[in-house]
């Protein structure tokens, strides 16, 4: 397949969008994966020089000043559901300055000041946690933390193992996850080109339900076919639309436009699928 002849085609080609026509829907999906993988690669090696840079950065500063990071003073214990401490209450751990200038950790507006707040007097409340500007806010029967999706996750501590984790408990932990580390930036670029993939999935759902807008503007311009031949064009109609998602991501990403997808996506077909009766440029 003359895949980067087809994406042109994709974009402006009357000819061959009649071609498509004739063709199984297994061909559109054929070049529909190759131009995924193709732009999902391309994108993970422009993310890969922004991201694996910092992950390095952090990892190696991690293996180098983790022991640092918690106080030599503190000493948590859980037992029976239940938190102490045995410092003065509340008390902040703060968030490394490395972590800080390299932007992780920002939740929301509010940019993260602390990397836990230790208040076993007191009871979860949300207001109070994110005044705190903290990753995690420990009480006396609670660990709330923001999970990977930026939500805070409270978790009940009677559900807890009795333990206790001082600086030495921390100490043994980093020095466990050392080796882990040095995979993080390969693990990194193998997920942003998944990611990627499966965006491009996504595309492909979403045009489920944009293909009857595709059926019904053919339908008013007097050209009879289907709703699975209405699918194959959309799947092939995408690849501009794609394209400039992209370009909005990188380039202008405080850019919000409702509907311009299936705006543009619906202007190709307009421009590309013509009644047999006219004739095709």
Same mark, same amino acid.
């Given at each position: 397949m003359?895949l980067?002849e ?13 071609e498509?026509l ?14 995924a993988?193709?732009?999902?690669f ?8 922004v991201v ?6 952090f ?19 859980i ?7 045995n410092v ?9 300055t490395?972590?800080?200038e390299?932007?992780?950790l920002e939740?929301?507006?509010?940019p ?9 007097q ?14 995690a ?8 933390v ?12 009677a559900?807890a ?7 030495g408990?921390?100490?043994?932990? %980093?020095?466990? +996850?050392?080796?882990l @580390?040095? #995979? !993080?930036? =390969?693990?990194?670029?193998?997920? $942003? ?7 491009f999935?996504?595309?492909l ?9 595709i ?7 007097k ?10 064009i959309?799947?092939?109609?995408? %690849?501009?639309? +794609?394209?400039l998602? @992209?370009? #909005? !991501?990188? =380039?202008?990403?405080?850019?919000? $436009? ?5 705006v543009?996506?619906l ?10 009766k006219?004739?095709?440029?």
């Open positions: 003359k980067f087809n994406i042109k085609n994709s974009v402006y080609g009357p000819l061959y969008y009649r498509v004739s063709k199984p829907i297994s061909y559109s999906f054929t070049y529909y994966s190759l131009f993988l193709v732009v999902a391309l994108v993970t090696i422009v993310l890969s020089f694996v840079p910092k992950i390095t950065l990892t190696d500063a991690l293996e180098e000043k983790a022991a640092e990071y918690f106080p030599a003073n503190l000493e948590i214990v037992k029976d559901g239940k938190a102490l401490s003065a209450e509340p008390y902040f751990v703060k968030l490394p490395e972590l800080k390299w932007g992780f939740k929301e507006e509010t993260i000041e602390n990397l836990l707040v230790v208040n076993t007191g009871v979860f409340e949300m207001d109070q946690f994110k005044s705190h500007k903290t990753l806010l420990l009480t006396g029967s609670t660990f709330a923001y999970d990977e999706n930026g939500n805070v996750s409270v978790i009940d501590l559900k193992p009795d333990f206790t984790f001082n600086k408990k921390f100490t043994e932990f %980093t020095t466990e +996850i050392k080796p @580390l040095k #995979v !993080f930036p =390969v693990l990194a670029v193998i997920g $942003i080109f998944v990611f990627g993939l499966f965006a999935a996504l595309y759902t979403y045009l489920l339900v944009a293909a009857f807008l059926w019904l503007l053919l339908v008013l311009r050209i009879p076919i289907g709703y699975g031949k209405s699918y194959q959309g799947i092939h109609a995408l %690849t501009l639309p +794609i394209i998602d @992209l370009f #909005v !991501f990188f =380039v202008i990403p405080e850019v919000k $436009i409702r509907f311009l997808f299936t543009i996506l202007l190709i077909v307009f421009f590309n699928v013509w009644p047999d006219k004739e095709a440029h």
